[in-house]
């Protein structure tokens, strides 16, 4: 493919904006984590771990949806009528986001980072400002 969809660096910055300094613990896939016995029900609705949790989810899913719409689009801008059919973008980009959505949330976001990923999907008007602002999201030294 002469321009394959930037699809992969994508997905490169969502990995970077994931690795997170976030301090909460992280379970095994498909293992959820159990509030303690004193109070289970409100325990889990107001820990901060568990808020924090529920922002990194919704934001994943508004940034997995936004970067492959991105893909989509420089697919159709850098791909010939050949290489786009076969692509097959109406199949793949569901189970694209689908898979964004599983990879990122397997790792646990620092507040600042789901901050910074919420402002860039809201305020990015354009896939580069995209790109630049979720720069920003990416672990910082400590």
Known sequence: MSGAPRFWPWLALLAAAACSGGAGERS??????????????????????SKLRAAQETALEALC????????ESARANMNPDELARLDVENTAPRL???????GGQTSWSPRQVRVV?????DARTCEALETCLEEAKKRPE
């Open 28 to 49: 095994a896939p498909g293992e959820r984590s159990v509030p303690s016995p004193e109070r289970p029900a409100e325990a889990a609705a107001s820990s901060p771990e």
């Open 65 to 72: 949806e936004r970067l492959v719409d991105c893909s989509v």
């Open 97 to 103: 986001r689908d898979q964004c959505e599983e990879e």
């Open 118 to 122: 919420q402002r860039c999907v809201n």
